[in-house]
């Protein structure tokens, strides 16, 4: 035992203010188990005690499609290019839910485990961590219904246009979380203090998913407005991964570097405040 | 061996008081200018102690206040104080779940704290699940917990419903789950909050034993918050003492816990002054006081220390066989004693004396007395009922984790055979 040498050493110091750009990614990896388990919890938990259990999942981006499809293509008459319109909606809707998820279950994390964060100390991000690889199951399981649909048509005769962009495919959906992740924690960051802005959360959700190519592809668009949505950083995540599965649309080589590089600051800026807030909000919520 | 486990140096915490969401943000408008001009927070005023019952000025209030200490490695260190003394806001910065407003702490070792038992379980897993999410909310690895699982399960007592959901638990089984699974954590320093008044006697006693092995047997440094003086006495060998964010005393169990009773005495409850009755014609009390060993007039009053009750009392005309008698009873009105004395003064005077009551005997409970003038043939000439308040404070025996049940008014000294 190295006694008088340690008496110097510290494992842990706990002052009122760090450097806000401490992110403690050392602890958030030691507690790496707590990671998965949560993941595990979320999964299970949500078809415990449920008539259809994982069926849920395949569920809800089938009635989606269906009412998008009827609204949409059938009433409004909206183009979906050459596609067939219930393979463009599924395509749109599943990867804007993955991103809806993992925005609106991030931006209420602080309130809605205010009484944990109040008893024991973790690494805080390791929840909105969870949420998002939770989602990830809960997206690939979506992913296989849209896949399905996919092969469905292509026996139909329709010329599935699967190119080479859809080994973007994974970068997409890695930014398309970080994104949901980092306007996520601005949000839950600011709500522990001003609280209305989770209401605006429900809502603006809905006008941002109008402001994404999700139920209309960007071609679509008057030519002046596409910059406007192109500012979007989700509509050149969304097109890309739709054009790398169908065939539709076009990829906006500008646009998917521009959704890239905000996703990242976006991230970025999230996490600091995420931090900052993280230290103290038990005192305010 | 004096390894310095924690450190905390000039510790300060502030909250903020009343409403927030009203006015937050012209407030933090108000509060970023001044920080930008460099100047204070407006909103902080250093110096307002946080007394509950008193209105402040600002409103903010200082829970801690300042406090350094250092725990050495392997102690058992109970932290005491009334309530709003500052305690759970310690426990809460040193579990890291709040921050401190102004100093620092500085640990070595791994922190495992217990504020509350079954953190984050969640009621549709089974307890087999519930205990390896609880175990990794409170610090575990995987591993880890497997290592301890079957340990686990057994000090809870919960092996046949072990696969079944937490919510199908009764409220005693879920806590045993829960201490069990934040027992067997591997860490060197344990910090527990008041979660044991949760679960029946007897799982409390095997939580205190488990704790003393923890802090005894295994040489981890244990942070320990109780009321119940006689836990805290059993287990830590030194106290700390808050009082309105202070620390009023780091010692010795012993000694803080008798300064904790000293500091919450209310003298006005057992001091008595009895003026003149001109009906009571053969002798009246004149003063009656209840002090510790100390002398000092007391309500609170550790179980291995005497009593003594100080009297004062005129004689006004001697009838032959003329008592003084003093009853102990106990707060629902039960005699447990009975102590009389003969009295032999001429008339017209006036006597002082006082009588002790032996220490470690009379069991931790609340008890008033009956104090009386009168003679053998069962005259009263002067009598005051249900007088005085005494709480006998267990200081650690062995019936402490029973403190408020009914396990009798004397503890004698019993030898077992």
Known sequence: MEKNKQDQEWDLEIKPHDTVFNLHLQDVWNYRDLLWLLVRRDFVSFYKQTVLGPLWFFIQPIFTTLIYTFVFSNLAKLSTNSTPPALFYMSGTVAWAYFQDCLTKTSTVFRDNSNIFGKVYFPRLIMPLSIIFSNLVKFGVQLLVFVLLLIYYYFKGFNVGLNSYILLFPVVVMVMAVLGLGLGLIVTGLTTKYRDLAFLITFGMQLFMYATPVVYPLSSVPAKYQTIIALNPMSGLIETFRYGFTGTGHFYSGAFTYSIIASVVIFIIGLVVFNKVEKSFVDTI | ?417
């Open chain 2, 1 to 417: 061996m004096s390894d310095i486990a924690i450190k905390v140096e000039n510790l300060s915490k502030a909250y903020q008081l009343g409403d927030f969401s009203t006015g937050t943000l012209s407030r933090d408008l108000e509060r970023w200018w001044a920080l930008m001009r460099g100047k204070e927070d407006p909103f902080l005023k250093i110096g307002e102690a946080n007394d509950r019952a008193v209105k402040g000025i600002s409103d903010v209030v200082w829970s801690l206040k300042d406090i350094s200490f250092d725990i050495e490695q392997g102690d058992a260190v109970g932290v005491i104080g009334r309530n709003g003394a500052g305690k759970s806001t310690l426990l809460k910065i040193l579990s890291r779940v709040t921050t401190p407003t102004v100093g620092s702490v500085k640990v070595k070792g791994r922190i495992a704290s217990l504020l509350e038992v079954g953190t984050g379980f969640h009621p549709d897993l089974t307890g087999r699940e519930n205990i390896f999410l609880n175990g990794a909310i409170l610090g575990m690895r995987k591993t880890e917990i497997k290592k301890h699982f079957d340990a686990i399960v057994d000090f809870a007592g919960v092996e046949r419903y072990i696969d079944t959901p937490v919510k199908r638990y009764s409220s005693g089984m879920y806590v045993r789950l829960a201490f069990a699974v934040a027992a067997h954590l591997e860490s060197e320093i344990l910090i527990v909050d008041e979660v044991l008044a949760v679960g029946d006697v007897e799982f409390q006693k095997k939580c205190l034993g488990k704790m003393n092995d923890v802090s005894k047997g295994e040489g981890r440094t244990v942070l320990f918050v109780s009321h119940n003086m006689g836990m805290i006495s059993q287990l830590c060998n030194k106290g700390i003492l808050l009082k309105n964010g202070n620390i009023i005393s780091y010692n010795q169990t012993q000694e803080v816990v008798a300064r904790y009773l000293a500091d919450n005495n209310d003298s006005s409850l057992n001091t008595f002054v009895f003026p003149a009755d001109q009906k009571k014609t053969v002798g009246q009390f004149l003063n009656f006081e209840i002090v510790n060993a100390e002398g000092a007039v007391a309500d609170k009053i550790s179980f291995d220390d005497s009593i003594r009750l100080n009297y004062r009392l005129q004689v006004k005309q001697y009838i032959p066989g003329i008592q003084i008698g003093i009853g102990l009873q106990d707060k629902l009105q039960n005699r447990i004693s009975t102590f009389t004395k003969e009295i032999n003064v001429g008339n017209g005077d006036i006597i002082e004396g006082s009588i002790k009551l032996p220490d470690s005997i009379i069991a931790p409970n609340n008890y008033n007395f009956v104090i009386a003038i009168w003679n053998k043939n069962g005259e009263v000439y002067d009598i005051h009922e249900n007088i005085g308040s005494v709480t006998i404070v267990d200081n650690g025996t062995d019936l402490s984790l029973y403190e408020g049940k009914d396990y009798g008014a004397v503890i004698l000294k019993a030898i077992w055979e």
